[in-house]
């Protein structure tokens, strides 16, 4: 396949479901060989299959640092550089500031926040000259929404990421850039209800805030990582696109 992104080497974390599987999809479209890597080897098979070829899935939690180190060794064995990363995986739990644990803490933070930073640093070594990093945040990360403290606690952490590394690895060519997405149709919605019908009442909800007046998609998604991702963006670092239907920017 001919396509912007012939040659290149790319690994989506988090790329069963959702926003990582349509971006996934995208760049493969677009001429990559893809790594996709999550916790659920039956989803990641699925994956696959949808995806068709180009693709290779690797289990593992971003939150465990020796399935991170094997997920690295394997694209270091089949490919031998990694030229896109879409640090995509993480986990949404809402929980009400007076009512949240430390295990509920620990829990976000673990994977959103911390397996964020060592999924960057420890593909650091596979990036020769050029490259890019798309970290996925979310709007969250700069407005405040009643139950969702440590989510966007790690959502502004990884924001912040951004910003440094962007600095740190400019004389090496890489650009890191930031994806932080509003409300998207996947999976992950139906983790913060309690039944459809509190699922039903949330998705309204979330309409009614958002000037678009639809949730997003996770393809509308992919189209922002690609750019991000691409030589579309080339003279962008340290950027951080908000697709969200203007909830943080009107």
Known sequence: MSGTLTGKIALVTGGST?????????????????????????????????????????????????????????????????????????????????????????????????????????????????????LVSSGMNVKGFPAYGAYAGTKAAIRSFARTWAAELKDQGVRVNVLSPGVIETPIMDSQFASPAELQAGLEMFKSIIPLGRLGRPDEMANAVYYLASDQSSYTTGFDLVADGGVVEI
């Open 18 to 134: 959702g926003i990582g599987l349509a971006s996934a999809k995208r760049l493969v479209d677009e001429g990559a060989y893809v790594f996709i890597t999550g916790r659920r080897p039956a989803e990641l098979e699925k994956a696959v299959a949808e995806i068709g070829h180009d693709v290779r899935a690797v289990p593992g939690d971003i939150a465990d640092l020796d399935d991170l180190d094997r997920l690295y060794a394997t694209i270091r064995e089949e490919k031998g550089r990694l030229d896109i990363l879409v640090a995509n995986a993480g986990t949404v739990e809402v929980r009400p500031t007076a009512q949240a644990d430390p295990e509920h803490f620990d829990k976000i933070f673990n994977t959103n926040a911390r397996g964020t930073y060592f999924t960057v640093q420890k593909a650091l070594p596979l990036f020769d000259r050029g490259g890019s990093i798309v």
